[in-house]
């Protein structure tokens, strides 16, 4: 709900710092930093929807690069840096099959649209024009810049969930933390102190981002649940 919690405006950056080793720093990047996708790939799509066809390669690309780049900034290195010796590069990789197959939905979801329009007939400038009217590529920049932000999130939470877990023998605990601000909606705040073992189940349907724009996190202890 974007009424509740997240604001989709700013998201935690991993590698900004890291300075317990354990949990990984943070840092706030304002939406406006978003990368674009460069008008010569929209070009490319808006060529293709009015040819008829319903797939554009070169924009697939472009958006899969955007989001892409949201998990090598957002993800800690000793996560991404993982090797296929490491029992959690499964981690890494369905984090690819899974960002592979979104950036290929929503990029046909795009082109479908627009094949919508172009079937309206007329000229290319006929056809822009009804694509400006519509709105549905701002639409669609709109929506990047929110799924950017939300791929940049869970990518934090993988990073920091993989430190505690190789962690654990230290600090075997995880406390449930929000925001703490009247934007935190109610099931979250409900859970804000919440303290569980690390490999306790509740994780597996808790863990942030728990939630469209979850801004809650874990921070690990060695305090168990009181």
């Known amino acids: 709900d974007e009424e509740e919690d997240g604001d989709g405006i700013t998201a935690q950056w991993g590698g900004e710092a890291h300075t317990c080793g ?15 996708v460069d008008p010569d790939d929209i070009d490319d799509a808006l060529k293709a929807a009015f040819a008829g066809r319903r797939w554009s390669q070169r924009y697939f690309e472009a ?3 955007v989001l892409r780049g949201a998990v090598n900034k957002a993800m800690d ?13 499964v981690v890494m ?3 690819e099959a899974n960002l592979f197959q979104f950036a290929g939905m929503r990029s046909l979801a795009d082109i479908l649209t627009l094949n919508t329009l172009a079937k309206k007939g007329g000229t290319w400038a006929q056809f822009l024009s009804r694509v400006n009217e519509s709105g549905v590529m701002e639409g669609s920049r709109s929506r990047l810049r929110a799924e950017y932000t939300n791929v940049a999130m869970s990518s934090i939470q993988i990073g920091r969930y993989w430190n505690m877990q190789r962690s654990k023998t230290i600090l075997p605990y995880g406390e449930y933390v929000t925001i703490g601000d009247t934007r935190v909606r109610a099931a979250h705040a409900d859970l804000n102190g919440k303290v569980w073992p690390l490999d306790h189940a509740a994780w597996r349907t808790v863990w942030p981002p728990n ?9 690990p202890t060695d305090q168990g649940p009181n």
């Open 77 to 89: 290195p000793r996560v991404l840096n993982l090797t296929y010796d490491d029992p959690e590069h």
């Open 63 to 65: 958006v899969h690069r």
């Open 93 to 95: 990789a369905m984090t």
């Open 22 to 36: 354990i949990c990984g720093g943070g840092g706030m990047i304002e939406a406006s930093a978003v990368p674009p």
């Open 211 to 219: 939630g469209w724009n979850c801004r809650c996190t874990v921070l």
